[in-house]
């Protein structure tokens, strides 16, 4: 019931492509869902979240899609860039319980080529 | 830069050992958390402290503990070292520590190796 699904593992897309990363959960008390950007020996960035009282949130070349009833969201990433290259971690939380604490997808790697 | 300093970088340790690892939060955020990030189990939550008290604990060995300060900085600290703690341990910090106020902000990380 805490687990978050994350796919792809792993995505490989071309200079310019649109990436799709997908994750569900079961919890229903979810209610807050970002997505995080790591590169390798830092810590994960915050790129983008969502509340599940909205369907789509766009920031820049970043674009969250909601489905509340099928308890899916995704992160596409549009004009995708080499600079992109990252693992891309969703994540869900609980606020209004006792603990923001986030649990987080598996993460998948993406590679933008050139 | 996130604002939340974390040190050392590095921990090179051997089995059986206890170490220290340290957490200044943003600015203003009194809440911390402690994240480990290893191969095998991912990005997994082990403990949170607001405004120097404990409010939630995740997947956290009993050989592991952590305290918030009245400065609000934190300290996690690992007892009685295995090989397999060896990962990267996080510190995010937030404003609150429910309701409103959901993001969360990560340090660049400690990377703990146990030989």
């Known amino acids: 019931q805490q687990q978050v699904k994350q796919s792809p593992q792993s995505l490989i897309v071309q200079k310019g492509g649109i990436s799709i990363i997908n994750c569900a959960y079961e919890n229903t008390a979810f209610d807050y869902f970002p997505w995080y950007q790591q590169f390798p020996g830092k810590g994960p960035a915050l790129l983008i979240a969502?509340?599940?009282?909205?369907s789509e949130k766009k920031e820049g070349r970043f674009t969250i899609s909601f489905n509340k009833s099928a308890k899916q969201f995704s992160l596409h990433i549009m004009d995708s860039q080499p600079g992109d290259s990252a693992t891309y971690f969703c994540?869900?939380?609980?606020?209004?319980?006792?603990?923001?604490?986030?649990?987080f997808g598996t993460g998948t790697l993406l590679a933008v080529q050139p | 830069d996130s604002g939340v300093t974390q040190t050392p970088k590095h921990l090179i340790t051997a089995t059986g050992q206890r170490v220290t690892l340290r957490c200044s939060p943003r600015?203003?955020?009194?809440?911390v958390y402690w994240y480990q990030q290893s191969l095998d189990q991912g990005l997994q939550f082990l403990i949170q402290y607001y405004n120097g008290e404990e409010r939630a604990k995740g997947n956290i060995l009993e050989r592991f503990s952590a305290q918030q300060f009245p400065d609000l900085h934190s300290e996690l600290n690992l007892s009685s070292l295995e090989l397999g703690d060896s990962a990267l341990y996080f510190c995010?910090?937030?404003?609150?520590?429910?309701?409103?106020?959901?993001?969360?902000?990560f340090g660049p990380g400690t990377r703990l190796t146990v030989l």
């Open positions: 969502i509340r599940p009282d909205v």
């Open positions: 994540a869900a939380s609980i606020g209004g319980g006792a603990t923001n604490k986030l649990i």
């Open positions: 995010a910090s937030s404003v609150a520590s429910s309701g409103g106020a959901y993001e969360q902000f």
């Open positions: 600015s203003g955020d009194l809440s």
